[in-house]
């Protein structure tokens, strides 16, 4: 297995659709010189399948490995489809190396809101038994947040996960990134885990995380 290296990550969630915000994506990785561009879901707005492939395609013309998982507001196609183009992963349910850090996803979120990809807390906790990470200090790649935290909270309700709350607390990820919840940007820990709320990009927000010994992250704006 190979040594995990120092790598900037551009964080990005909840474009949905958002062709513009597409396009300062690529212009943020550069300026920033990231290695990685992760999207923690809700890539398109109810879209169909070809609409997320032309915007992760598009991403990838950046020049940067992109890994994804769906959101709630994808089509649910999307959770098994398989990019041709090696600069994207899907990683729902599966574990991929990069830069010598493993990395886990999971797709979906967990509720009744009448979106496209929706799961029961027993189903979450069933599909990531599937996931059991292979080393310590992983990341875990999530559309929904843990449960009851802020980065959950939309401000009038908590709308996470607790079968991904219990995922993190059993497993210990070094670093957890998430969306769903657009008004719980920000930062928090359960135990030694950093787990981080980017905010959505639709609404021109993102965040830059350092990865190596320690975790630093910086919320940011796209424009």
Known sequence: MLMSSRMRILHISDI??????????IQKAGEIGADLIAV???????????DAEMLLER??????QVFFVPGNCDPKALLEWTPTNTSIKNLHLRSVDFSG???????????RYGTLIEFTEEEVEDMLKKVVPRKPGFIFVSHSPPYGLDVDYTGVKHIGSK????YVENHHPKLMICGHAHEGRGIVKIDETTIVNSGAAKNGLCAMIDLGEDVEVELMALY
């Open 101 to 111: 850090w493993e990395f886990i996803g999971l797709g979906g979120a967990v509720g």
């Open 59 to 64: 991403i990838s013309e950046s020049g940067r």
């Open 163 to 166: 079968a991904v709350k219990m």
């Open 16 to 25: 949905h659709g958002n062709m513009g915000a597409v396009e300062k994506i």
């Open 40 to 50: 923690t879901g809700d890539l398109t707005h109810f879209g169909e399948i070809e």
